[in-house]
């Protein structure tokens, strides 16, 4: 059962007390190093998960589509604080309050499966990612992240500098690896703006990584 069917068959006192929100492109959906009470399910639009780093650059870490949802990690250990989530397109999502959550999980197996579920996956996806995003050179991740930007359909917003903090690369070595990809047919750069030469070149390039 998938978290669109979850959320139709919830009891009406349940429903009663969901919040419902929109969220115009670009906009925070969650402000980083707050603490948070509540569960988001997205059901429109696309949002991504960031993560600064101690440099200061931003690693994007999930993207997330509809009927997926985050916040549960904080909803379950008040010590841990939000991570910035940004609307990548319009979003509606429904905020839940985890007193809420809590007693939903009670009478619902389908929807406390769905829980544990998104945790565990979580869990791996975080440190599978850690560990091989340390292993690609700066080529690869400026790859990766063009990639990412293509995906969720904003690479015509992408800026140097964005990626420059996105790579952790400074601006000079981040020029070198932006050539080295034009020269290697992956990519081009034009009027400060974007776009993939090939994106079957770029993702068998990256095969390795997607696919894990």
Same mark, same amino acid.
């Given at each position: 059962?998938?978290?669109?069917?979850i959320?139709? %068959?919830?009891?009406?006192w349940?429903?009663?007390?969901?919040i419902?929100?929109?969220h115009?492109k670009?906009?925070?959906?969650?402000?980083?190093?707050?603490?948070?009470?509540y569960?988001?399910?997205?059901?429109?639009?696309?949002?991504? %998960?960031?993560?600064?780093?101690?440099?200061?650059?931003?690693?994007?870490l999930?993207?997330?589509?509809?009927?997926?949802?985050f916040?549960?990690i904080?909803?379950?250990?008040?010590?841990?604080?939000?991570? =910035?989530v940004?609307?990548?397109?319009?979003?509606e999502?429904?905020?839940?309050h985890?007193?809420?959550?809590?007693?939903?999980?009670k009478?619902?197996f389908?929807?406390n499966?769905?829980?544990?579920?998104?945790?565990?996956?979580k869990?791996?996806?975080?440190?599978d990612?850690?560990?091989?995003?340390?292993?690609?050179?700066a080529?690869?991740?400026?790859?990766?992240?063009?990639?990412?930007?293509y995906?969720?359909?904003d690479l015509?917003?992408?800026t140097?500098?964005?990626?420059?903090s996105? %790579?952790?690369?400074?601006?000079r070595?981040?020029?070198?690896?932006?050539?080295?990809?034009?020269?290697e047919?992956?990519?081009?750069?034009?009027?400060?703006?974007?776009s993939?030469? =090939?994106?079957e070149?770029?993702e068998k390039q990256?095969?390795?990584?997607?696919? =894990?």
């Open positions: 059962m998938n978290l669109n069917d959320v139709n %068959v919830a009891p009406k349940i429903k009663k007390e969901f419902y929100k929109r115009k670009g906009s925070l959906i969650i402000h980083p190093h707050e603490q948070n009470d569960l988001y399910i997205l059901t429109a639009g696309i949002a991504e %998960v960031y993560r600064q780093t101690y440099d200061g650059a931003m690693l994007s999930y993207i997330y589509e509809a009927y997926s949802c916040g549960e904080e909803i379950f250990n008040e010590k841990i604080k939000t991570l =910035s940004i609307a990548k397109q319009n979003c999502t429904i905020a839940i985890k007193a809420m959550v809590y007693e939903w999980m009478i619902d389908q929807f499966f769905y829980l544990m579920k998104q945790l565990a996956s869990l791996i996806l975080s440190s990612t850690a560990a091989q995003l340390s292993l690609l050179t080529k690869d991740r400026l790859l990766l992240s063009i990639h990412n930007h995906k969720i359909g015509d917003t992408l140097k500098q964005m990626l420059s996105e %790579v952790c690369a400074p601006i070595s981040l020029n070198r690896s932006i050539a080295q990809c034009i020269n047919g992956f990519i081009n750069y034009q009027n400060k703006k974007f993939i030469t =090939s994106i070149a770029i990256l095969d390795h990584f997607l696919l =894990s």
